[in-house]
């Protein structure tokens, strides 16, 4: 024979025509003589009958109504948890049911009565109303197991962007460091309406020799030496996709949000079509006749990755390789050396500052981009022959130590 325990309060409306006022102030009166009128009393009451832990028994007068089967309990213990019950201000009411219950297993006083949210499995009250998990006693391992897996998921990926952060510091010591070669490959970005752009399948790496040559000339005029040359440049994979748009806007937030977003787009794209290893990647975007202008070329100092505009026209291409190393060098902190009207600022864009007279200049300081023919003209060099690398340039590369 099974008992069925309903609590509530008079508020909740569950005794109002079955209650007795007189016996609930008579079990008050006594109740309050003993010290029962507690919660500690209450809680122990019901650990010993319900079998209840304290934060469950404590948990009853925030879930109210509440109705328990209690698999066996004797008349006196009932008499008890009544009187603990009501003396804490709770409203009890007992009733014998004959129907007979499984044991719950988190509560093993208890009968499954009621049906699991989840489940819709059979379930005691406690372990519905009283458990922080609201569910069966076999659902909530379950859920609760889930919620390691979740946080044990949260840790590796944290522990995937520690690695890709420290490869990505390591990649710039060696950057940096100018000890090392440092490789860096070129992915032309190819959309499907790009395929027309015949001239891309004659590109190889020894279009970009001159670049190596270059970045190896210079330095060595600084005292850099590297073995067997600072950087190597080579032609990598195609990819079908174009890299993150940069920002329309200059704002510092913007560009550190597209650089976040380019270094993961980089990464990402990296795995997805089994990119070379490099230090540096440069994708490129080929443009054909048709293109006047070309949009703006992005290096991005610290991200080891940059987006280059360029004509596909193979009479461009030495002039192309002028761009490529003035953004390779923006990746490895150099600043540009020209005004917002494109005229190479003075002394740091002058490849020849001490020239007398100043104009015309003959040579290009590479990130002041063009050659200075008179004090407001200036031309686009042809070739990396026609570039150097500056004394500012030269300092912020690291090549010139104070
Ligand atoms: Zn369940
Ligand atoms: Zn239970
Ligand atoms: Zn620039």
Redesign the pocket.
């Known amino acids: 024979m099974s008992t069925r325990l309903t609590l509530g309060t008079s508020s909740t409306g569950v005794f109002r025509e079955t209650q007795s006022g007189a016996a609930t102030n008579s079990s008050v009166a006594s109740s309050i003589e003993s010290g029962a009128g507690t919660k500690a009393g209450w809680n122990l009451a019901a650990k010993r009958v319900l079998g209840l832990s304290d934060d469950e028994a404590g948990g009853v007068f925030r879930s109210l109504p509440l109705e328990l089967i209690i698999l066996s309990a004797t008349e006196s213990d009932l008499e008890r948890l009544i009187e603990r019950a009501e003396a804490n201000g709770l409203l009890a009411r007992v009733e014998r049911v004959s129907a007979s219950y499984e044991t719950c297993t988190r509560h093993p006083r208890l009968g499954r009565d009621q049906l699991?949210r989840?489940?819709q499995?059979r379930?005691c009250g406690a372990c519905l109303k009283l458990t922080p998990e609201r569910?069966?006693d076999?659902?909530a391992p379950r859920i609760r197991r889930r919620g390691r897996f979740r946080r044990a998921r949260i840790a590796a990926l944290l522990l995937v962007l520690a690695f890709v952060a420290s490869a990505a510091f390591l990649d710039a010591q060696r950057v940096a460091s100018w000890k090392l070669p440092v490789d860096v490959t070129i992915h032309p970005v190819r959309l499907a309406q790009d395929n027309a752009i015949e001239e891309l399948d004659a590109l190889e790496s020894s279009v970009f020799e001159e670049v190596d040559t270059f970045v190896d000339h210079e330095a060595k005029r600084y005292g850099v030496q590297v073995i067997p040359q600072v950087v190597r440049l080579s032609l990598g994979r195609s990819i079908p996709e174009s890299p993150p748009t940069p920002p329309e806007s200059a704002s510092p937030l913007a560009v550190i949000l597209w650089s976040l977003k380019m270094r993961w787009w980089s990464w990402q794209t990296a795995r997805k079509y089994g990119l070379e290893d490099a230090h540096v990647r440069l994708f490129v975007r080929y443009h054909g006749r048709e293109m006047a202008t070309l949009e703006h070329s992005l290096g991005l100092e610290k991200g080891r990755v940059g987006v280059v505009h360029l004509f596909a026209d193979p009479t461009q291409w030495a002039t192309n390789n002028v761009v490529i190393a003035h953004e390779l060098l923006h990746i490895f902190g150099a600043t540009d050396k020209y005004g917002p009207d494109g005229t190479p600022t003075f002394p740091a864009g002058y490849a020849e500052p001490e020239r007398a007279p100043l104009h015309p200049q003959v040579e290009a300081e590479i990130m002041g981009g063009r050659i200075p023919l008179t004090p407001t003209e200036s031309v686009i060099p042809e070739h990396l022959g026609l570039c150097t690398v500056g004394e500012t340039t030269a300092r912020e590369l690291g090549w010139i130590q104070d």
């Open positions: 699991c989840r489940c499995g379930a569910l069966c076999r659902c």
